[in-house]
């Protein structure tokens, strides 16, 4: 079987993103965790870039570069500045049953698969195949969120989730309309300011970034 | 032209009121620029009214009976909450429960929020139409946590996160949209303009399409409030400040039902079967049965109309679930008059929680005595809400209910149970807080009094009479939907 260069490339890039989405799953150090979300979005770039480059998608260019400054370089930064002042840089987060989640998240992926194969049957792109991946990064991210229970991670677990998407509108139809992506990014970033003013909201208000002291709010 | 000033005036007020928001006018700045979209939203009504649907800019902006009525009535109860809000706030800022910064961004966002909702109604994009709503939540959450109470910190991280996990469901439902679009209708920009895909929607992918559908209706259903999706709607609405309760529960849950409409008349084209339908009337029945049970626990007034409008928005995806022309013109109908008479109570409740000093309803009593304008407003409206004639809800619901026992006898003894809970808790609830006895004061600033009164004359007139110009819309609009 012969796949061209690109195309190897391009499956690469959704290994990598795969193996991040993991990494973030069980990664405790918020710091490292928000490096990963860098490096994430740096692979979703690359990856983005090939896809361009080979099926000679131009507007994919302009994505890429948008990925690029947004995820590597300006919500990371926003997020790095953010521990440093509210002095979480070296936070730890207590989780148990990490192999427990790992093995949800094998299972998560596999239902992934098969629910993208039928669409990526369809697909005429040749990023077809790692329609799965983008789906199982959602899920993955998704699950991230549900196992946290500080205010941070899962932040970071919802931006992954939006570059699974991403990923998933690449991969399934070579990116959205322009217009809508820079709608989707401007969306991404005000609401990374909101959440900003957020958490100095919910330290003021709760004496710590953890989300188990909200619990007055529940039907009884 | 007048889409531009649509949308314009509160985007240019968001801004201004962003820089000007401390003075000492700018609740009167506030509902000017909110008087001066609902202007505009006439005069594109009369336009649309006159010569029919219509695009603008390359096609990004379309206009049709459906989605200008939406336009007009938010574009009212905008302006009319917007009147409730100023003495409402002033009342607010003289208990010390917000400063001058903070009222800045409530105008602010006001503003804002109303251009997210309208960009949402009138554009012809589906990608934009996510962009806007994901918007909307944006400009909403600072204003649920206003407060800055522990409380109201919790219910705006819970509306932010669970509303953006359920916007990012529908973000996936666009994207394999697009997907099933860019077959028939090539990349780039036009495979998403709604106009573009309903005329081609017979050809779309079945397959694609109905995977879509569910996506889109999780998706944007988390944002209408539909059970089991509704955990956020409860807590926002009872922890923000009440003005941003009425225009929640009033306009922004019915344009995320307009977005869920909008991808149906899509999806029933091209399967083609009652597909959409069915989940709709799923998701909307068991949203009518929950939020009947959940309604009889409440101890906080606000918490029990927020379970209210759950209730009303799941009669609504339902009656729209059903389809035909009796059941959509019903939905239509409902959307219209539980938006208004829902803001009403909130305005009432908002004065009635200010005058007790608490917002549960144990404490709240004898409102007639104290101040009977409010305790007046209240006992009618929650009579409006509840479904009495001659009021406007007792025609749609009663349409509803006997298409459904037409066409659904099966779903009779749901809602019947449902809507009978429902009657008895609000019911004896409402009774005790207008009538019995009180120590309450009466309040610092006169209560705002005009909007409660012109939204309930509006019910009741839309109950006892429908002009046949507002009828004939209506139709339109059903024609449009199927």
Do not use: E, F, Q
């Given at each position: 079987m012969n796949i061209p260069f690109t195309a190897q490339l391009i499956n690469m890039c959704a290994a990598l993103l795969l193996l991040i989405a993991f990494a973030m799953l069980s990664q405790r150090r918020i710091l490292s965790l928000i490096n990963l979300f860098a490096w994430q979005g740096l692979v979703l770039s690359i990856s983005t870039a090939v896809v361009a480059y080979s099926s000679n998608q131009y507007h994919l260019y302009y994505s890429a570069a948008l990925t690029l400054v947004l995820k590597v370089l300006l919500l990371p930064w926003i997020l790095h500045r953010l521990i440093r002042k509210l002095n979480i840089k070296w936070d730890v987060e207590t989780m148990f049953n990490i192999p427990t989640i790992m093995l949800i998240g094998l299972a998560l992926v596999v239902f992934a698969f098969n629910l993208a194969a039928p669409i990526s049957q369809m697909a005429?792109?040749?990023?077809?195949?790692t329609l799965g991946i983008a789906m199982a990064s959602v899920l993955l991210s998704f699950l991230m969120m549900i196992t946290r229970s500080k205010a941070v991670p899962q932040v970071v677990g919802f931006l992954a989730m939006e570059n699974g998407l991403f990923f998933a509108a690449t991969s399934a139809t070579y990116g959205m309309p322009m217009v809508v992506e820079l709608g989707i990014a401007l969306d991404v970033l005000v609401g990374m300011f909101i959440l900003g003013i957020f958490f100095f909201q919910i330290r003021v208000a709760f004496d710590s970034l953890d989300l188990k002291h909200m619990e007055k709010l529940k039907e009884d | 032209m007048e889409i531009f000033w649509v949308l314009g005036i509160p985007l240019l007020g968001g801004i201004v009121l962003a820089t000007f928001?401390?003075?000492?006018?700018a609740p009167e700045l506030n509902s000017a620029m909110s008087f001066g979209t609902f202007l505009a939203a006439v005069v594109l009504t009369v336009r649309v009214i006159s010569s029919g649907a219509f695009t603008a800019w390359d096609e990004q902006f379309f206009v049709d009976a459906f989605n200008v009525f939406l336009v007009a009535l938010t574009a009212f109860a905008g302006f009319t909450t917007s009147l409730f809000s100023r003495p409402y706030m002033r009342i607010e800022q003289h208990h010390g429960k917000l400063s001058i910064n903070m009222l800045r961004l409530y105008y602010s966002m006001y503003q804002l929020f109303s251009f997210t909702m309208l960009l949402a109604l009138l554009t012809n994009n589906m990608g934009i139409l996510w962009v806007a709503m994901e918007a909307a939540t944006l400009t909403t959450v600072l204003l649920v946590s206003l407060y800055r109470t522990p409380a109201s910190i919790e219910a705006a991280w819970k509306y932010f996160i669970l509303c953006g996990v359920g916007l990012a469901q529908a973000l996936f439902g666009t994207i394999l949209l697009y997907f099933a679009a860019e077959k028939i209708?090539?990349?780039?920009?036009?495979?998403?303009?709604w106009t573009h895909l309903n005329a081609v929607k017979m050809q779309l992918e079945p397959t694609v399409l109905s995977l879509a559908f569910v996506f889109l209706l999780v998706g944007y259903g988390t944002k209408v409030g539909l059970?089991?999706?509704?955990?956020w709607l409860p807590d926002a609405h009872a922890e923000g400040p009440t003005p941003v309760s009425a225009v929640l529960s009033g306009l922004l849950l019915n344009v995320a039902l307009y977005a869920v409409v909008r991808s149906k008349v899509l999806v029933d084209g091209a399967l083609g079967s009652h597909f959409a339908g069915n989940f709709m009337m799923g998701f909307g029945l068991l949203s009518v049965v929950m939020a009947a049970f959940f309604l009889s626990r409440q101890k906080d007034v606000k918490r029990m109309f927020a379970y209210s409008s759950i209730e009303h928005m799941g009669l609504m995806t339902f009656a729209f679930g059903m389809g035909g022309p009796v059941a959509t013109f019903a939905g239509l109908l409902h959307m219209t008059v539980h938006s208004l008479t829902k803001s009403a109570i909130f305005f009432t409740v908002g004065h009635a929680a200010q005058n007790s000093g608490t917002q549960l309803m144990d404490g709240i009593r004898g409102l007639i005595k104290t101040s009977p304008t409010i305790g007046w407003g209240l006992a009618l409206g929650t009579l409006a809400i509840l479904g009495m004639p001659p009021f406007g809800v007792f025609t749609s619901e009663f349409m509803i209910l006997t298409t459904a026992m037409h066409s659904?006898?099966?779903?009779m003894p749901f809602l019947l149970t449902a809507l009978g809970v429902a009657f008895a808790a609000i019911f004896g609830r409402v009774q005790l807080m207008v009538f019995g006895e009180t120590t309450g004061e009466r309040l610092p600033h006169p209560p705002a009094l005009i909007p409660v009164f012109l939204h309930l004359l509006l019910v009741l007139m839309l109950g006892l009479y429908i002009p046949p110009y507002l009828a004939a819309w209506y139709r339109q609009a059903t024609a449009l939907i199927g």
């Open positions: 005429g792109t040749i990023t077809k195949s | 928001g401390t003075g000492r006018h209708l090539g990349a780039g920009g036009t495979a998403l303009l059970a089991p999706l509704h955990n659904y006898p099966w779903t």
